[in-house]
Structure formats: structure tokens, C-alpha cells
């Protein structure tokens, strides 16, 4: 009966399909993608009345950085595309990749989003209203959650900077940043906005030397009878 059960077990097994880790990735991709695009639609209000809907909803749990889950969406489909492990170049050498998702990244993803709207719900006051639609000016519910334990026990100021401590952790924890990887994510941005001013003033230089070329001057300029 048991070695029965076994091979019907395993029978079953091998007719149900299974799906390859590259593709249960592909498919994760497109289904952030795709919620990411909806989110922003949803906040410009082209998505209509579901993505109204889902907007509001997202600020009343959310408030002030429900704008930042779209984003947040659109960056883990950017870091998926990644590979997972190292990765070996033709030139012979290796090109690191990101490490597999993990329970551990989502905590981390949840403890920025805790933080995140903590912070912005003492933007409100200790005397606010937690009811909609004033907390939606500050974190929403989940910044209600997550900052009146602190301030209770610590006070607005230390809850601050308790809150913005683990609201780092949770960057490096659910994109797997280090201050290496910031550091250099912060050059690169300020050497692209360096250069993007270095265009900008050179071609306002040469327009001014075009306006200049095209004026006439006293010996080209002919006199008009009068």
C-alpha cells in the first residue's frame, strides 16, 4: 500500500508542471512592473475609479509615502532583472549579482515603511486627529502604529531619531545596500547632474556666440539715405 501510494505520489508529481526559477522571476518582474505602472497612474489619476480607489487607500495606510510604493515597485522589478550569484563575463571575469530574495528582505522592506511613516506622522502634532482624512497628511495608520509606542516611551525627539536609524536598516536590509554601494550610487548620481550642468552651460555658451556671430557690426552695417 505504501510503495502505492508512493508512485501515485510521484505520478502526480511529474504531471503537474514545474515552473523554472527564471521564469517564476520573469513573471514576479512583469507583476511589479505592472503594479508600480498602475500605482502611478493611480496618484495622476488616469487609472480611473479602481486606481482612485486604490490611491486613497494607499494614502489612508500609508499617508505622505504612499507616492513612494510605486516607486518602491518599479525598483524591485529594476534589481530582479539582476541575476542571482556571480556571474562569469566572456573576458573571463566575474560580474557579481544579487543575492536571493529572502524572508529577510521583506522585513526589512516592512521595517522602512514602518519607519518612513512614523517619522511623517509626528509632522501632524501630538494633538492631531487619527481619523480620515487629516491622517493622511501625516503616515496614515501605519505611521499611527509605529510612532505612538515611541513617543510614549521615548518622547517625539528620541522616536525621530530611532525611527530614522531603522528606517536606514530597513534600505539596506530590503535592497541589500551597504555605505559602499550608497557611497558609489551617490557619486555616480552627482557625476550625471555634473555633467547634465556641464551641457547645459555649454550650450547656453554657444547660443550666446551664435547671437553674437549673427549681430551686425559698424563696417558691415550699411547706411540707410535719409
Not at 493611480?42 to 507616492?67: E, H, P, Q, V
Not at 522616536?159 to 528606517?167: D, E, K, Y
Not at 530590503?174 to 556641464?198: E, N, P
Request: net charge positive; with cysteine.
Amino acid at each position: 500500500m505504501r510503495r502505492r501510494e508512493r508512485r501515485r505520489s510521484s505520478e502526480k508529481r511529474e504531471a503537474v508542471p514545474e515552473i523554472s526559477p527564471e521564469t517564476r522571476r520573469a513573471i514576479a518582474i512583469v507583476l511589479l512592473f505592472a503594479l508600480g505602472i498602475v500605482g502611478v497612474l493611480a496618484f495622476s489619476g488616469l487609472a480611473g475609479s479602481a486606481g482612485t480607489a486604490i490611491a486613497n487607500a494607499l494614502r489612508a495606510l500609508f499617508g505622505l509615502a504612499a507616492f513612494l510604493v510605486p516607486i518602491v515597485l518599479l525598483v524591485l522589478a529594476g534589481l530582479l532583472t539582476r541575476p542571482v550569484g556571480e556571474q562569469k563575463q566572456p573576458d573571463g571575469t566575474t560580474r557579481p549579482g544579487r543575492p536571493p530574495f529572502s524572508v529577510l528582505q521583506l522585513l526589512g522592506l516592512l521595517l522602512f515603511a514602518l519607519s518612513v511613516t512614523g517619522l511623517l506622522h509626528f509632522k501632524l502634532g501630538s494633538n492631531a486627529p487619527v481619523t480620515l482624512p487629516a491622517i493622511a497628511d501625516g503616515g496614515g495608520y501605519l505611521g499611527l502604529v509605529a510612532a505612538m509606542p515611541l513617543a510614549r516611551l521615548f518622547g517625539a525627539l528620541a522616536s525621530g531619531v530611532i525611527l530614522a536609524c531603522l528606517a536606514v536598516i530597513g534600505v539596506f536590509l530590503g535592497f541589500h545596500l551597504s555605505f559602499r554601494q550608497i557611497a558609489a550610487a551617490w557619486r555616480a548620481v552627482t557625476g550625471c547632474l555634473a555633467s547634465a550642468q556641464l551641457a547645459m552651460r555649454t550650450a547656453r555658451y554657444h547660443r550666446k556666440q551664435e547671437a553674437t556671430a549673427e549681430e551686425p557690426t559698424f563696417s558691415t552695417r550699411t547706411l540707410t539715405p535719409e
